[in-house]
């Protein structure tokens, strides 16, 4: 059976959904993020990295990064492309969402990662927010004219919903993205995505 470490409104919510629509029994563990749970010896050996999600596969060993998590339940559970241009397509989206809109959040709430003096934390924390409405915008419109980020629904929405919640979260105006908004309506009208929006008390 998978266990899924998960923190609530992490970016670890893509895997949670994406095991919510496959259907499967599977442990949740909720890693409680503002105790250091993280930082334990026993979380350590899970994820070395200290970060949330991990993924605790069927033999016991664990994997981590939502770039490998996501794409190895995905072909678990029919929801990855399987030939090899859609396939590199979905890839390449989740390494935009891995290594760039990921990253400029975590400058607006992680600025001590990326600066020691926190004078400049306002700076970078300014920064951050401008970098990851611009690809809000940018994700706005991938959407057009579409229904999934990619022919039909995968574990690519999931995490395409996950950033959504954070511009709420970050007081971004995302009701003038009207693509990324109508995407967000259709996600959550899947019961997966309710399950897990009630789980972890989500505001979207």
Known sequence: MLT????????SMAAHIVLEEGGEKYEPKKVDLAGGEQRTEAYLKIN????????KLDDGEPIAENTA?????????????SDPNPEAKALSLIGFFAGSVHPAMAHVRRPE?????PAVHPIIKDTGLKTFHGYMKQIDGML????????????LDPYGFVFYTWGLRGELPMGELKNYTAFKDRMLKRPA????????????
């Open 193 to 204: 995505v309710q399950r897990v929006v009630e789980d972890e008390k989500v505001k979207v």
């Open 4 to 11: 899924l470490y998960y923190a609530p409104g992490a970016c």
């Open 113 to 117: 990662r990326y600066a020691p003096d």
């Open 69 to 81: 998590i996501l794409p190895y339940l995905g072909k678990r559970f029919g929801l990855w492309p």
């Open 48 to 55: 070395p990295q200290g970060r949330v999600p991990a993924l």
């Open 144 to 155: 057009a004219g579409r229904e999934w980020f990619s022919d039909r629904y995968s574990v």
